[in-house]
């Protein structure tokens, strides 16, 4: 699913490069995927892909430029959905018709289209796209996918305006709603800042510095934190769905029930999904109090475990390197939950 994603990324990228070179439109700063809701009624899912400037839906100067992403491996399933309902309407007689059955589809095609936001999230996060390097890009750079002209979510950003660390630190401490979904926040020194409570859903704090910060109960989902300076830092209660602690130094850090599990989570309206769980791999754990988080299906791979607390912490199938199992002070019920992988280099 991914790889088809990806694809289309691809196509669009190249077809963006030869309207660019022929002058025929400038700097992107938008690429937006919208579910077309006439296609699923159809039976063939299609997203429309649009390519706007730094205008977005206000873009009237570029030359139109489109294409299509073909949502079929994952919509087949809600065309399934509708084949097994048809055969108990008709025992009604009449009393639930075809356009009643249409309505179904269309309300649980909000869920599959935001499964193809977490789908492409992840894919685009996964590696990088030669085709996407070589368009000229805005300073601010998104790709978008929701429905056709209405509501989408940030599945990948760059933005190579430089930030001031204290401007943004006082920024985050307001704690404003709704401002922080999505922001490029790497490399900065954020150190002993409160930013308790606050959605940072996909923020990109990368290489940065929020050593003993408070980020109790926020919204952590699909975060990014690879390489990043956060001892002592308090994690507990936070939605940490997908985030990515690869080569971080959580050394002190708490993650007192945080929820992290993999897969969706029930209870919820949206649903929240996780499709490769939370990456703690490389990360220095040391002292790190991870007591009752739900953390099935996280990778611990070649993380350092000196004095790390797993007490009552839920581990299911979360992925640990066989080299350091000594190290990890786990419970026989916990021991024998995870998966012992060999990492490279072992036998």
Not at 93 to 100: H, L, N, R, W
Not at 161 to 188: C, G, M, P, T
Request: negative net charge; proline residues 1%.
């Amino acid at each position: 699913m991914a790889a088809e994603f990806i694809r289309s990324v691809r196509a669009i990228g190249l077809k963006i490069s030869r309207m660019q070179s022929e002058g025929e439109i400038g700097k992107v700063g938008y690429i937006n995927y919208g579910m077309l809701r006439s296609s699923i009624l159809d039976r063939s899912p299609i997203y429309r892909i649009n390519v706007y400037n730094k205008e977005w839906y206000f873009d009237t100067v570029q030359k139109e430029c489109q294409g299509e992403y073909d949502g079929n491996s994952v919509f087949r399933f809600l065309d399934e959905l509708e084949t097994e309902l048809d055969e108990p309407r008709k025992r009604y007689f009449g009393a639930i018709s075809p356009v009643d059955l249409e309505l179904v589809k269309l309300r649980a095609a909000a869920m599959f289209n935001q499964f193809i936001v977490h789908l492409a999230g992840y894919a685009l996060n996964k590696e990088s796209i030669e085709e996407l390097s070589n368009i000229a890009k805005e300073e601010e750079f998104e790709v978008r996918v929701g429905e056709y002209y209405d509501l989408s979510e940030v599945v990948y950003k760059e933005d190579i305006r430089k930030k001031d660390s204290e401007a943004v630190k006082e920024w985050l401490e307001d704690k404003h709603e709704d401002q922080y979904v999505a922001a490029v926040l790497k490399n900065l020194d954020l150190s002993g800042g409160d930013y308790g409570g606050i959605d940072l859903r996909r923020v990109d704090f990368s290489g940065s510095r929020l050593r003993q910060c408070g980020l109790q109960e926020c919204l952590l989902i699909k975060a990014g934190f690879r390489k990043c300076l956060l001892n002592d830092t308090d994690f507990s209660g936070a939605m940490i769905h997908d985030a990515d602690f690869s080569g971080a130094n959580l050394r002190g850090a708490a993650f007192f029930g945080a929820e992290g599990a993999r897969g969706i989570r029930e209870g919820l309206t949206s649903g929240i999904y996780s499709l490769s769980g939370v990456n703690f791999a490389g990360a220095d754990l040391s002292e790190t109090d991870f007591r009752y988080a739900n953390l099935p299906g996280a990778d611990f791979r070649n993380a350092n475990f000196q004095n790390t607390d797993f007490q009552g912490a839920n581990l299911n199938n979360a992925r640990f390197s066989e080299s350091n199992s000594d190290q990890a002070d786990l419970t026989e019920e916990q021991r024998g939950s995870v998966i012992w992988v060999k990492t490279e280099g072992e036998g």
